[in-house]
């Protein structure tokens, strides 16, 4: 995989860039696909303790649920003894298609660091020195911020989901026997989605660093934030308000947290300004 990385950034052609480009995600990729084939080697422990985990009983979300219920003696509604539905492949090659595309989603999680290293990598170039001194700390903000919606998509959202749909009847004539494809797009989307959303304040660090969003402008508008906030809680949750309200709060801490994150930018920017003239 040669690679020309001594050329200017200012004198590279679009095509040049686009070269770039193809080498960072085919990294990016390669890294993905053997964090992948790590997952795809723990199949037990992928699909039994993290996939089925949230479907157990026994599961630390609803032993935490029915501990604060015991707590605050309330009656034992929270505490959940049996998740009435059970999940069937009825595809020839679905167990199989499962877990491929399962490993690759693990891939994608456990590789995640690299593959925000390898972005940082593409976009250095266009940097000032001073800002490329700070790549370790955007890895390491970005992969935390990653991992933190993981474990809350994970630990929270997914429980709730499997809780509430799970047990959800129109009649009960009406047997709850769930597709594998279906129980894992739920923890799939769950956890991938809730990763995504707490990217929020870096996503509006280069938002405002590129000029497309102020202070001001989150502010004014922080009544549409807050609605979509809660658009997006209704999309990854049940749809019940306790659960939408659990995952919009976090989300409007990340979003206050952007606001002074903007403020920061657009700050050292100013200052910048003032030196050069």
């Not at 993290?50 to 501990?67: H, Q, R, S, V």
């Not at 490993?103 to 593959?115: C, D, E, K, M, N």
């Not at 001073?130 to 929270?156: A, D, M, P, Q, T």
């Not at 509430?164 to 597709?179: M, P």
């Amino acid at each position: 995989m040669a690679q020309n990385t001594q050329k200017d950034p200012q004198s590279m052609s679009f095509l040049d860039h686009l070269e770039e480009l193809r080498w960072h995600l085919i990294r990016a990729t390669v890294a993905i696909l053997i964090a992948g084939t790590i997952a795809f080697i723990a199949k037990e422990f992928i699909f039994d303790v993290l996939i089925f985990g949230p479907k157990k009983p026994d599961f630390p979300t609803y032993k935490g649920l029915c501990n604060l219920s015991r707590l605050l003696h309330l009656d034992e509604s929270l505490c959940f003894k049996e998740l009435p539905f059970s999940v069937q492949s009825r595809k020839v090659a679905g167990q199989f298609s499962v877990h491929i595309w399962t490993s690759i989603t693990a891939g994608f999680i456990l590789a995640f660091p690299y593959v925000i290293y390898e972005f940082w990598r593409f976009i250095a170039p266009a940097m000032h020195a001073n800002e490329k001194k700070y790549s370790k700390g955007f890895i390491i903000i970005c992969s935390f911020l990653f991992f933190l919606g993981v474990l809350f998509g994970y630990y929270i959202i997914t429980p709730l989901s499997i809780n509430f749909l799970g047990g959800y009847q129109v009649s009960k004539e009406v047997l709850n026997e769930f597709d594998i494809d279906s129980y894992i797009a739920l923890v799939r989307a769950s956890v991938l989605a809730c990763g995504l959303i707490f990217e929020l304040p870096v996503i509006m660090y280069f938002l405002t660093k590129v000029g497309l969003v102020t202070p001001e402008f989150l502010r004014k508008y922080r009544k549409f934030a807050l609605v979509i906030v809660l658009i997006l809680s209704a999309v990854i949750t049940p749809p019940d308000i306790a659960s939408q309200v659990i995952v919009a709060i976090p989300v409007l801490i990340l979003y206050e947290i952007s606001i002074y994150i903007s403020k920061a930018v657009i700050k050292k920017e100013n200052k910048k300004l003032k030196k050069q003239s």
